[in-house]
């Protein structure tokens, strides 16, 4: 009996899921990942709470300037997202992309194999040919409702 491709392959994703690699994978993301979150979340609160409890702080100009201290941290949160996602960009191009792209090649070429293996398994063995299948008979319905 054939195994369904789809089931075959979600089989092997779970087994990917539970290997080492892909847990040393998911835990380098993670530890990449948690601490600019966090750091980027905290900065983020710094300055809502900032501008909804000290506004006056925030209303202070620089440099006898019109631009104020709030103008600046606000550009600063531009400025941040911009530069988590360089960092992060670079990071994945060089750590975590290569070994996902392998894993995921490695997955893969498992998945072939079984399912190139479970076809062969499919394959009719016979030694001589194979007699001629009957024709199927079919009722002819005309006759049937007829009294």
Known sequence: MAIDDDDLIAERSLAVQQSPEFRALRRSFISFIAPLTALFLIWYLA???IAGFAP????QSVGGSSINV???FGLGQFVTTFAITMVYRSWADKKYDPQAAALREHMEAETEEAVEADAALDQPTT???SAP???TVRPNNDE???A
Do not use: N, Q
């Open 144 to 146: 049937e409702g007829r």
């Open 127 to 129: 030694a001589g040919p």
């Open 47 to 49: 300055y809502v709470l």
């Open 133 to 135: 299948t009957p024709p």
């Open 56 to 59: 006056g702080f925030f209303a």
């Open 70 to 72: 709030g103008f600046l």
